[in-house]
């Protein structure tokens, strides 16, 4: 038995600072008391998923219980069995590749572009051969990927797009929000990205009905009766009662979310616009911190075409070649200085250990493969912007320009 304070509690959550300050505590405590009769007819998991079609312009959403899971639905819906090539991104996360090798598919993977750092869409077409199945693009730190040129590819080869916009939500391309412009896209909420369901989470949205159909069946264990729709289609019970009922159509696995999740996804998802505009302003802070500084670059973009959401702020750190000062070494200067440190980038998923050296269908995995994505990966580093106090955003911000200033900007 623990001894608990719940107004403290409370008290906590609500605060200014609160992480779940809106109607996330509220949400929940319904779906918790779903045995009272005046929140037992709540359908949280079809109202979040109503409520997130509408706000990225999707027709179909189906909740999941992580972005990983998510990825898994969507490229078997892709129809990615033994043999198929999938072409992905190296600048990205290994989940990416897991996913398609749980299928049996090969992971195919693409070098970076030297200014964005998304996948670079002259590259891709080189990779395709009769085996190529889909392409898997990544949005990464919140840019949005390059899409038409991508788009345009896939449709002259026949070839499925899915975004992992784990790291982008209210980012768009062209006006349209990244990961709705993809034939499917796959968003996680897992607990440190712009929206959470608690911890961990995601949602997959497509415009196809067939697609969604399968995502939600594999994401479902493969029920029948499920469809592309919001929500689950219920049965009379007279009709599951029968013993000479069959459940099944699809091999599929329990990848649902579940309703105390999607009740705080909701309430998030209620507020998300304030809430990545509080990181989108946040970055504002460090872009100013290294105005005119020559070693320190961030990603490029035309913002008339991109909206960027900053998942976090990142830069390509020079000041190795340029002021003989290893990326280690300025982290700890920025740390000494009273700094919150800042992220590295995550290694080539074809370089860590799970798959380093394997080979899958033609390709081995191995050092060199994509150049750029290497030297790149090595060199980033990558800021946070999910301050809630804006003044403690403010005070790292102008640590890091005092240590630029005393580097030296050139």
């Given amino acids: 038995y623990i001894n608990m304070n719940y107004e403290k509690i409370i008290k906590s959550i609500k605060s200014k600072k609160g992480k779940f300050n809106g109607k996330e505590l509220d949400y929940v405590l319904k779906a918790l008391d779903s045995e009272n009769s005046e929140h037992k007819e709540i359908d949280w998991l079809l ?11 999707s027709k179909y959403s189906i909740a999941v219980n992580s972005g990983t ?36 598919g090969v992971p195919v993977f693409v070098d970076s572009d030297k200014s964005s750092w998304n996948i670079d869409p002259d590259l891709i077409e080189s990779k ?17 990927v390059n899409m038409e040129p991508i788009m345009k590819i896939a449709k002259k080869h026949n070839l499925l797009v899915i975004d992992d916009s784990a790291e982008t939500f209210h980012a768009y391309y062209k006006t ?19 929206l959470t369901s608690g911890s961990e989470g995601g949602m ?3 415009n196809n009905e067939k697609l969604a159909t399968l995502v939600r069946k594999f994401a479902g264990i493969g029920y029948k009766h499920m469809t592309a729709s919001a929500g689950r289609t219920h049965l009379a019970k007279s009709t599951f009662q029968d013993p000479n009922y069959f459940r099944f159509d699809t091999i599929g696995l329990n990848y649902r979310m579940n309703s105390i999740s ?133 005070k790292q911000a102008n640590l890091l320009k005092k240590l630029i200033d005393k580097i030296g900007r050139k």
């Fill in 47 to 57: 109202n979040f998923e109503e409520s997130f079609a509408k706000t990225v312009g």
């Fill in 69 to 104: 899971s998510g990825l898994h639905a969507a490229l078997f819906a892709a129809g990615i069995s033994e043999g198929d090539e999938v072409i992905q991104p190296a600048l990205t996360v290994i989940m990416d590749a897991y996913a398609t090798i749980h299928l049996g």
């Fill in 128 to 144: 395709i051969t009769k085996k190529t199945k889909a392409i898997l693009t990544v949005s990464w730190f919140g840019l949005p």
């Fill in 176 to 194: 349209q929000f990244s990961g709705s412009n993809a034939d499917i896209g796959v968003y996680s909420f897992e607990n440190k990205k712009h």
């Fill in 204 to 206: 997959v949205v497509t």
């Fill in 262 to 394: 999607a009740a705080v996804g909701l309430a998030q998802l209620e507020r998300s616009e304030a809430i990545v505009n509080r990181r989108k302003s946040n970055a504002k802070y460090f872009i100013d911190a290294i105005n005119g500084c020559t070693w320190l670059v961030p990603q490029k973009f035309d913002n008339k075409l991109y909206e960027h959401s900053y998942y976090t702020f990142a830069v390509l750190y020079k000041g190795d070649e340029i002021k003989g000062i290893l990326w280690k070494e300025f982290y700890n200067q920025y740390k000494a200085a009273g700094g919150d440190g800042f992220y590295g980038n995550v290694a080539i998923p074809y370089l860590e250990p799970a798959l380093l050296n394997k080979k899958y269908g033609r390709i081995l995995l191995e050092r060199g493969l994509c150049p750029v994505a290497e030297g790149l990966q090595q060199k980033v580093m990558a800021f946070k912007t999910n301050y809630r106090d804006v003044d403690s955003c403010i």
